[in-house]
């Protein structure tokens, strides 16, 4: 029986047996390697925070709406960083064959069918380490943030957030020919940053604040800011980063209220800019230019070329399994995960 990820209720997550999904015409069917876990989205359903179980997505609106949720526990199907072989396909797939392998999105699962054309650009070649797959859509994430801070040769960014997604950023800012004055509280990712490409480590505790720090260092404040730890006390110290006029690019998952945020103070005097960047749409401006598909393929081909080293943000692999222990450790902020992946039990050995 095919194994898919679930939360049952909110502080629990199990692996339990799922129905096989019929293979339909145009779909070829893919057995599940490695699953990577974006912690900032998924701990949301874990937790019970993410607004889709407390209001009701009114996509016409545009607006959450108060009373039914949009969906309830036990929520199936999480995780949009899979890598797997096509071991099935329609007999009117021309595109793909069995044996290939892909990266894409269809959750923590250990089977999926898809359509094939929604796979069929996203092959990886057969020599790479497939783990590699999992960062398509979180780099993803990391590139449109980049994009959003409008991030040019010369000018200064000042990112906030060094997990995975953030480090990401910090890589992908320094490729962009930005100055990168990267904030976080745990000194390991901090180390990571410096070797990503950032020019100064800013521990985000220190007394006085990063923001007004990365003002002093840089004489005035960073050109833009890219705030990714979901956190409002760190946008609004990205706010306070930035010089007047300055543009923040707000990349994080916030949940609750916004207490830290004040802005009748350095965001109204300075009149900054800030911009929501999420996965969904690109910067406004390069719509005619960028669409999600291109943001996949500049990340993945970065990262095959060996430009960006995400292999070396994976800390944890883990039998989906022990997807509760992962979790666990992951709610409690454990600073020793960077990226963890969830290996299903058809994946290979890897090679690296």
Known sequence: MPHIVQFPEPGRVELVETDAALLTPGAVRVETWYSGISAGTELTAYRGTNPYLNATWDAQQRLFVPGRPSFGYPVQGWGYSEVGRVVEVADDVVSLTPGDIVHG???HRSDAVLPASTLEWRTLPSETDPVLGTFARVGSI??????AA?????????IFGQGVIGLLATRLAALSGGRVYAVDTVASRLSKAAELGAVETIDASREGGAGAYIRTLTD??????????GADRALHEAIRSVVVEGLVAASGFYQGGAAHLRLGEEFHHNRVRIVASQISGVPVGLGGRWDQPRLVRTVMDLILAGAVDAGALVTDIVDASDVADVFARLDSGDPGILQAVLRFDAAPERSR
């Open 105 to 107: 999105i269809w959750g």
């Open 142 to 147: 990391a590139l449109n943030a980049v994009l």
């Open 150 to 158: 409008d991030v040019r040769l010369g000018e200064r960014v000042a």
């Open 220 to 229: 005035g404040g960073a050109d833009s800011a890219i705030e990714l730890s």
